[in-house]
């Protein structure tokens, strides 16, 4: 059996439970785009547990992985590139740290722009849309936010600055022109990396480790995550920050950002490990949907696929007032309520654009369904940042040898696609679980409706099979067996 057919069986069984059951009858049908496709398994369980649990369960969902989730997934990334450049440097170099990457040293040096890929560095901090980028902005190159840190440092030519959570570890200095001299070459717009006095007698597996704990996906480890997660989700469905004023991103700094989210989309949704130079070029409808991309992305724009190609506009501006309102919190209740808040305010501006209250609910609706279909090229993207490019950079010098570099951002991708997949795998596997647990949450609820306690063990069984054939991951699926019970909570 094909694996389009197989996809729509587990839509057709999913249709049965909901007749055997009391609740209100969903609407499933063979017209969605994710059974019609042979692979990616992401898109076709979001449309599973979509048609499964409704709207409110989604927006609840959303908020919870927003609010509570972000740590764990934070802490298996780390955890995941720890064992990643441990298994680099044990296969390739001597675990000590080199002389010239030692303080005093040469050095690791690298072009801005190899390291800041978003072009995240030519923003100001204290605008409006810097308060959406960088966290802990008042503290300089004191910030516990390292991007905040690079960009002061950045402001200080030549001026040597320290990098670390308690105990310096990385010393920083940028370049912004220089003339050659007999003993040092000219620099332009180049930072360099060595180790600050405490660590030039440290191994590198310690270097590597500790600097990745000084690190946060979201900006400083000690602020709210929700804030920057929006404003990442934002600009990932609007180009919020890209066609703000006070940014104003070219239209080939936007292409360039776009055609990397184009080969991380490609890897993510790869079902094996084999990444081939193919995954790095673009075939002409390609590069026809990259272009029309930039153009909506550079005006702000989105347009609605579901309804007719509908354009739709968040502007800066609100989503900097929303957010504004979960800064204000000081628990994690009142975090819970203002994220909640918030998101419905931003749905709601969506709708507003539909030309009929007909269609505002299903717009509404898409708004949660698209952040969770972007989830992982967000979180995605926060590893593709200057904190933790620059510590990857500074490995593929010391493994590669010293001046080694790439191409800009899809040849960094290309020289380090086993580590890029990687990422995406636990990335993926946390946010599948996570819905996975969603879906067989209300299979549950629907089952006891009709069926005994023996007799749900054995229909959940069945549904680990069907989700089996259309391409779930066995480590996933694996993790069913693990479902928590208890209600996802009501964020009303």
Same mark, same amino acid.
């Given at each position: 059996?094909?694996?389009?057919?197989?996809?729509?069986?587990?839509?057709?069984?999913?249709?049965?439970?909901?007749?055997?059951?009391?609740?209100?009858?969903?609407?499933?049908?063979?017209?969605?785009?994710?059974?019609?496709?042979?692979?990616?398994?992401?898109?076709?369980?979001?449309?599973?547990?979509?048609?499964?649990?409704?709207?409110?369960?989604?927006?609840?969902?959303?908020?919870?992985?927003?609010?509570?989730?972000?740590?764990?997934? $934070?802490?298996?990334?780390?955890?995941?590139?720890?064992?990643?450049?441990?298994?680099?440097?044990?296969?390739?170099?001597?675990?000590?740290?080199?002389?010239?990457?030692?303080?005093?040293?040469?050095?690791?040096?690298?072009?801005?722009?190899?390291?800041?890929?978003?072009?995240?560095?030519?923003?100001?901090?204290?605008?409006?849309?810097?308060?959406?980028?960088?966290?802990?902005?008042?503290?300089?190159?004191?910030?516990?936010?390292?991007?905040?840190?690079?960009?002061?440092?950045?402001?200080?030519?030549?001026?040597?600055?320290?990098?670390?959570?308690?105990?310096?570890?990385?010393?920083?200095?940028?370049? $912004?022109?220089?003339?050659?001299?007999?003993?040092?070459?000219?620099?332009?717009?180049?930072?360099?990396?060595?180790?600050?006095?405490?660590?030039?007698?440290?191994?590198?597996?310690?270097?590597?480790?500790?600097?990745?704990?000084?690190?946060?996906?979201?900006?400083?480890?000690?602020?709210?995550?929700?804030?920057?997660?929006?404003?990442?989700?934002?600009?990932?469905?609007?180009?919020?920050?890209?066609?703000?004023?006070?940014?104003?991103?070219?239209?080939?700094?936007?292409?360039?950002?776009?055609?990397?989210?184009?080969?991380?989309?490609?890897?993510?949704?790869?079902?094996?490990?084999?990444?081939?130079?193919?995954?790095?070029?673009?075939?002409?409808?390609?590069?026809?949907?990259?272009?029309?991309?930039?153009?909506?992305?550079?005006?702000?724009?989105?347009?609605?696929?579901?309804?007719?190609?509908?354009?739709?506009?968040?502007?800066?501006?609100?989503?900097?007032?929303?957010?504004?309102?979960?800064?204000?919190?000081?628990?994690?209740?009142?975090?819970?309520?203002?994220?909640?808040?918030?998101?419905?305010?931003?749905?709601?501006?969506?709708?507003?654009?539909?030309?009929?209250?007909?269609?505002?609910?299903?717009?509404?609706?898409?708004?949660?369904?698209?952040?969770?279909?972007?989830?992982?090229?967000?979180?995605?993207?926060?590893?593709?940042?200057?904190?933790?490019?620059?510590?990857?950079?500074?490995?593929?010098?010391?493994?590669?040898?010293?001046?080694?570099?790439?191409?800009?951002?899809?040849?960094?991708?290309?020289?380090?696609?086993?580590?890029?997949?990687?990422?995406?795998?636990?990335?993926?596997?946390?946010?599948?679980?996570?819905?996975?647990?969603?879906?067989?949450?209300?299979?549950?609820?629907?089952?006891? $409706?009709?069926?005994?306690?023996?007799?749900?063990?054995?229909?959940?069984?069945?549904?680990?099979?069907?989700?089996?054939?259309?391409?779930?991951?066995?480590?996933?699926?694996?993790?069913?067996?693990?479902?928590?019970?208890?209600?996802?909570?009501?964020?009303?």
């Amino acid at each position: 059996m094909a694996i389009v057919d197989k996809k729509r069986q587990v839509f057709a069984k999913l249709s049965a439970i909901t007749a055997l059951s009391k609740v209100t009858k969903d609407k499933f049908n063979s017209s969605i785009q994710s059974i019609n496709n042979e692979l990616n398994s992401t898109d076709f369980l979001v449309d599973f547990t979509v048609a499964l649990v409704g709207a409110k369960a989604l927006r609840d969902y959303v908020v919870d992985s927003i609010t509570n989730r972000l740590p764990e997934i $934070e802490l298996a990334i780390k955890d995941g590139l720890k064992r990643e450049l441990k298994e680099l440097v044990s296969c390739s170099v001597n675990p000590s740290i080199p002389t010239w990457f030692q303080h005093g040293g040469t050095g690791v040096e690298l072009k801005i722009p190899n390291i800041d890929f978003y072009d995240i560095m030519r923003t100001d901090p204290t605008s409006v849309a810097g308060s959406l980028v960088y966290t802990d902005v008042p503290s300089g190159v004191a910030s516990k936010d390292f991007n905040t840190y690079l960009y002061y440092t950045i402001q200080t030519p030549t001026t040597a600055t320290r990098w670390g959570m308690g105990t310096d570890i990385l010393e920083s200095t940028f370049f $912004e022109s220089t003339v050659a001299t007999p003993t040092s070459p000219s620099r332009n717009n180049i930072i360099k990396y060595t180790t600050s006095p405490g660590y030039s007698n440290k191994t590198l597996p310690e270097f590597n480790n500790d600097f990745i704990d000084t690190l946060s996906l979201f900006g400083n480890p000690f602020s709210l995550d929700s804030p920057k997660v929006i404003s990442l989700i934002m600009e990932e469905l609007f180009g919020s920050l890209s066609s703000a004023s006070g940014i104003g991103k070219s239209k080939k700094q936007i292409q360039k950002e776009l055609e990397v989210k184009e080969v991380l989309n490609c890897i993510i949704n790869s079902e094996d490990n084999n990444i081939t130079d193919n995954f790095f070029t673009f075939d002409n409808p390609t590069l026809a949907k990259i272009d029309r991309e930039t153009n909506n992305r550079q005006n702000g724009i989105r347009e609605l696929k579901t309804c007719d190609n509908l354009a739709v506009q968040i502007t800066l501006e609100t989503v900097s007032n929303e957010i504004a309102a979960i800064l204000t919190t000081t628990t994690k209740a009142e975090e819970t309520k203002a994220v909640a808040n918030a998101l419905d305010n931003l749905a709601t501006t969506q709708s507003n654009f539909a030309s009929n209250s007909v269609n505002k609910p299903t717009i509404k609706t898409n708004f949660f369904i698209e952040i969770i279909r972007k989830l992982q090229m967000v979180i995605m993207t926060s590893v593709i940042t200057p904190e933790f490019i620059s510590l990857f950079a500074i490995n593929h010098q010391i493994i590669y040898g010293k001046g080694s570099t790439y191409d800009g951002p899809i040849d960094f991708i290309k020289k380090n696609r086993k580590l890029v997949k990687n990422i995406a795998k636990i990335v993926l596997n946390m946010l599948l679980n996570m819905l996975l647990n969603l879906a067989l949450l209300y299979i549950t609820i629907r089952l006891k $409706e009709k069926f005994a306690d023996d007799q749900i063990e054995k229909a959940k069984n069945y549904v680990n099979t069907l989700l089996s054939y259309a391409g779930v991951p066995q480590s996933v699926i694996t993790q069913l067996n693990k479902i928590n019970t208890h209600p996802i909570p009501n964020f009303n």
